[in-house]
């Protein structure tokens, strides 16, 4: 830690120095030129801390809109068996048992799935070249 700052003085005062070496061969005077290396270090820094903040916290934005997103496909809305009835919203993963907390009671829940089949129909086509195929004759002779 000690070892850190003192590296980081180091580097700062060095640019400093440096900073005023040049502008000193222009003419300007050398302490006022080392003060200003100072304040240009420390507002570049500050300008370097904000930007990057900015772009960590809008990729953590990101990252949990995404993480959000993902969730919704496999989570489910589930009710709590606990006399406060409350609902949450829970990820749910088919390969290994679900247990979650209850944002009510805070007990334990176990998730059980139960799953059905259905055979998937299509509409039937009722247009009339579809009925004389299934009918094998024209429905218009069918009615006089
Ligand atoms: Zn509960």
Request: aromatic share 10%.
């Amino acid at each position: 830690m000690l070892r850190r700052i003192f590296t980081q003085v180091a580097i700062l005062v060095s640019i400093a120095s440096l900073t005023a070496i040049i502008l000193n061969h222009f003419g300007i005077n050398i302490f006022a030129s080392f003060f200003v290396g100072i304040v240009i270090q420390f507002l570049a820094y500050y300008t370097f801390i904000i930007t990057l903040n900015t772009y960590v916290a809008l990729k953590n934005k990101e990252l949990d809109n995404e993480r959000l997103k993902e969730l919704s496909y496999q989570g489910l809305g589930v009710t709590c068996p606990c006399y406060k009835q409350i609902n949450d919203f829970i990820p749910v993963r088919l390969n290994t048992p679900t247990y979650y907390r209850c944002s009510g009671c805070s007990k334990a829940i176990s998730v059980l799935i139960n799953t059905e089949t259905a055979v998937v129909t299509e509409p039937q086509d009722s247009s009339i070249q579809h009925m004389n195929a299934i009918l094998g004759k024209g429905i218009q002779n069918a009615n006089p």
